[in-house]
């Protein structure tokens, strides 16, 4: 069992930076694949970053590419979203998860967090 809190949205200027953090909870987090997803009023769940245990592999979504840094410290059980010259498109509430595996995919991932709003004006 984990448990993910996510932190650190808000509202942030086109072009400017938010971090967003992920504190995991549970036994066996040190071996989960963790990702980001996030949605948009009206619109379907996307990936957005995903990051192996080791945080050795990321993956991300293209639009991201470039601007977002996925990370992970185990020691402090907590994932990282870096997120650079955000576009108002990026706007979105922004969901954490643990997977068996790195995926692309929302439905492998077992466990998710509340989400943290993140909205970019333009």
């Known amino acids: 069992q984990v448990q993910l809190v996510e932190s650190g949205g808000g509202l942030v200027q086109a072009g400017g930076s938010l971090r967003l953090s992920c504190a995991a909870s549970?036994?066996?987090?040190?071996?989960?694949?963790m990702g980001w997803f996030r949605q948009a009023p009206g619109k379907e769940r996307e990936f957005v970053a995903a990051?192996?245990?080791?945080?050795?592999?990321?993956y991300y979504e293209d639009s991201v590419k470039g601007r977002f840094t996925i990370s992970r410290d185990n020691a402090k059980n907590t994932v990282y979203l870096q997120m650079n010259n955000l576009k108002p498109e990026d706007t979105a509430v922004y969901y954490c998860a643990a997977a068996t595996r790195p995926t692309t995919e929302g439905r492998k991932y077992d466990y998710w967090g509340q989400g943290t709003q993140v909205t970019v004006s333009s």
């Open positions: 549970g036994r066996t987090f040190s071996r989960n694949a």
């Open positions: 990051i192996d245990w080791s945080g050795s592999i990321a």
